[in-house]
């Protein structure tokens, strides 16, 4: 069971982004998914999450309206779109899976996860 987080570089102010989540042993259609990311000197923050069974989706209010996060069940990966980018975007980010229907309290907890990418830095310049 692995998960193999992609797609993050170095990026100017205003640029975008795609971040993969490709899952491997599992499905990934069983699974919530979300996406956290930790600046340096800072905690883990949950930034988006989809939710197994319905899809439902979550966004921190800090990235809402600028990324978007989707499935795709062919590929077994999910994506995070990420656009309108900031320097405080600057992260490493990190996919995690677990066999939950979070709510709007308890999405962006880390303890509800089993499964954890290895992470892919996210830099956006000024």
């Known amino acids: 069971v692995q998960l193999q987080a992609c797609g993050g570089g170095l990026v100017q102010t205003g640029g975008s982004l795609r971040l993969s989540c490709a899952a491997s042993?599992?499905?990934?259609?069983?699974?919530?998914i979300t996406w956290f990311r930790q600046a340096p000197g800072k905690e883990r923050e949950g930034v988006s999450c989809?939710?197994?069974?319905?899809?439902?989706?979550y966004y921190a209010v800090s990235v809402k309206g600028r990324f978007t996060i989707s499935r795709d069940n062919a590929k077994n990966t999910v994506y995070l779109h990420m656009r309108s980018l900031e320097p405080e975007d600057t992260a490493v980010y990190y996919c995690?899976?677990?066999?939950?229907?979070?709510?709007?309290?308890?999405?962006?907890?880390?303890?509800?996860?089993?499964?954890w990418g290895q992470g892919t830095l996210v830099t956006v310049s000024s």
């Open positions: 042993g599992f499905s990934l259609d069983d699974y919530t």
């Open positions: 995690a899976a677990g066999a939950v229907r979070p709510i709007l309290s308890s999405w962006a907890g880390t303890g509800i996860y089993e499964h």
């Open positions: 989809i939710r197994r069974s319905d899809g439902f989706r």
